[in-house]
């Protein structure tokens, strides 16, 4: 395969800063030299390539706020960079220049631009290793980490980009001439690659680090990045006969369908499923009552995400941000900032105990008090009006101790990534130290079970992934004898809920080829700008229209990246080159 890459990314250097989690280098001025001199030095360097993990864009905890609010899931408190995905006007004009923690620009020309940073630091990485002395053994694991981290980072172009410019080695910094002309990839190449290097990867790589080492490669982390790409690539945008558009070509997608790309998908979960001792559901119990109770089902499903358990196949590094709040997107009464509003559509989609929507008649719903007898998923994702928590009571409405019109739209506030026993209000703003959880296994489970359902229906061990799931909370299991297409419709819903503002949904409706319908039309909350008494529990129309054009399934390449290299085909439906 002809290797190839883009001119605009080649002149940056590699960088060796790390962060407080990491080992820091002697010095910011280090040599290549000096940097691969000891497998010691040369892990400091492959410490630097984890830390893009932690500031990149497909980061929930470090773009400062998810995905969630570019779609239909949530509406941004403020002029976040979600708001341009929801009107619709992000161009190929777009910066391309941007940092991944840029809150108001969209991440999309500098995604393909940043990626392309951290791909040459893997490459220098691995083409320099063989220079460290120590032990030959830590340096294949050390290789190995490095083809893992290169494999991810292209993995996530192909979701926004489709087909890339593939590259496994650097280039000459004196010399960009032969690279002024290179055309992408296909999708088919690009997919292929990298599934080879996860597999490459995974042999050299155990199942589990020790402690110190948490956030490091795996194998298993490998096999889930492969699953994840593999479930992306079996979907209607991509594995059809018919595509969005007609001037897709096979830089966008494969050019046809095959069944078997589901089942390619399913097998690579399995692979992860088969190692049992080390992953699977978390089901600790955290109150000394009935195991059974609602609060230990809160309990046990918030607390997922502020520790390393059975459910972590692969976390980015522990960190501490938000200097001043605990998290941006939590309410004014929680020490937040209100960046994120989920809308009224999200909250629909969260069962009653009994396991009915609450739009479905006889679910016992109540718009006024909308957690009683909710999935307990529902209060740890989301702040409901009259909400209690220990450290303060969610009150959303006009006079109430949440409520700040400015960045408060719908009546409702995320709470997943607040940790519901981390009370602090007495001792100030004093901000929670996180991890991300980039793959866990409910994850895993469900692209399990919607690969196998597409594969060859709704057999057993696809009910049993589902209702795993929904049993570690307490909620009811699928009702039997459902067919191909009424299963598809519960594991897409049971994604939705389980995976809230975990920076899926967005993905998911662009590759079920269903964003059409869903991020075209009005979103809605509650109206906050009446009291408690006074016109609040009513259903409203919150701010502008969303907008969602066929274009949209795929990002656009930067404007500049193309007036550089000539040959860089433009995705369909965006302007080749474009100026505002």
């Given at each position: 395969?002809k ?6 990314t ?15 280098p ?12 000891t ?6 360097v ?64 500098s995604f ?8 040459r630091?893997?490459?220098l990485?691995?083409e ?10 830590d ?9 893992f981290l ?21 280039v ?16 088919e ?8 290097e ?13 402690s ?8 298993v ?28 070509t ?10 078997e ?9 399995k ?5 049992s ?23 046990r499903?918030?607390t ?6 059975r ?18 997107y ?37 718009l ?7 999935d ?21 409405w ?6 700040h ?49 597409e ?5 057993a ?65 509650y109206?906050?700008?009446?009291g ?5 529990y009513?259903?409203?129309t ?14 656009p ?19 080749r080159?474009s100026?505002?």
């Open positions: 395969m290797l190839k890459y883009v001119l605009s080649l002149i940056l250097p590699l960088l060796f800063s790390c962060d407080d989690y990491l080992d820091k002697a010095s910011d001025d280090i040599t290549a030299d000096m940097a691969f001199e497998v010691i030095a040369a892990k400091k492959l410490n630097n390539l984890y830390a893009e993990v932690k500031s990149s864009a497909y980061n929930i905890n470090t773009r400062n706020a998810p995905y969630a609010q570019g779609c239909d899931d949530a509406i941004a408190g403020y002029s976040l960079w979600g708001n341009t995905f929801h009107n619709g006007s992000w161009t190929p004009d777009d910066s391309r220049t941007a940092a991944d923690n840029a809150e108001n620009t969209p991440p999309t020309c393909w631009n940043n990626t392309y940073k951290r791909v630091k893997a490459n990485f691995l320099n290793l063989h220079k460290a002395t120590g032990d030959e053994k340096k294949v694991v050390l290789r190995a980490e490095a083809k290169r494999a991810y980072y292209y993995s996530e172009l192909i979701k926004r980009f489709g087909g890339f410019i593939l590259l496994d080695h650097s000459d910094a004196n010399d960009y001439s032969s690279l002024t002309n290179q055309p992408r990839n296909t999708f190449e690009c997919v292929d690659w990298v599934c080879a996860l597999d490459e990867a995974a042999k050299d790589l155990a199942p589990i680090r020790i110190s080492e948490t956030g490091r490669a795996t194998n982390a490998c096999y889930a990045v492969k699953a994840r790409l593999l479930l992306f690539a079996a979907s209607p945008l991509f594995n059809t006969d018919n595509p969005v558009l007609s001037d897709y096979t830089i966008q997608y494969y050019g046809n369908y095959d069944k790309r589901w089942k390619k998908a399913a097998d690579a979960c692979l992860i499923m088969n190692y001792q080390y992953y699977g559901l978390d089901m600790e119990v955290y109150d000394t009552g009935d195991p059974t109770s609602y609060d230990n089902y809160f309990r499903y918030s997922l995400f502020f520790k390393v358990g459910e972590s196949v692969w976390i980015s590094h522990p960190q501490q941000d938000w200097s001043g709040v605990r998290v941006p939590g309410n004014r009464a929680a020490g937040g900032w209100n960046w994120i509003n989920p809308t009224y559509q999200l909250a629909m989609e969260y069962e009653m105990t009994n396991g009915k929507l609450p739009a479905e008649q006889g679910s016992g719903y109540d006024a008090n909308p957690g009683n007898d909710r307990p998923r529902f209060k740890s994702s989301i702040q409901y009006p009259g909400a209690q928590y220990p450290a303060y009571d969610f009150k959303p006009i006079g109430g101790s949440a409520s019109l400015e960045s408060q739209k719908t009546g409702f506030c995320m709470n997943k990534y607040l940790d519901p026993d981390f009370n602090s209000m007495t001792a100030g703003l004093v901000v929670r130290k996180n991890i991300t959880q980039l793959f866990r296994y409910a994850e895993v489970l469900l692209n399990y079970a919607e690969a196998m359902n594969y060859s229906g709704p057999a061990d696809v009910y049993q992934a589902i209702n795993d799931i929904r049993a570690r909370v307490g909620m009811p299991a699928l009702p039997s004898g459902l067919d191909q297409a009424q299963m598809r419709e519960k594991i897409r819903h049971e994604r939705r809920v389980e995976l809230a503002f975990e920076d899926h949904r967005f993905f998911d409706v662009r590759r079920w080829r269903i964003a059409e319908e869903a991020l075209n039309g009005s979103l809605t909350g109206d906050v700008t009446n408690e008494k006074t016109g609040f009513r259903i409203v919150v701010g502008d229209p969303i907008k969602f054009e066929k274009r949209h399934y795929l990002y390449l930067s404007t500049q990246e193309i007036l550089l290299n000539p040959e860089l085909q433009q995705n369909p439906g965006w302007p080159l100026t505002n």
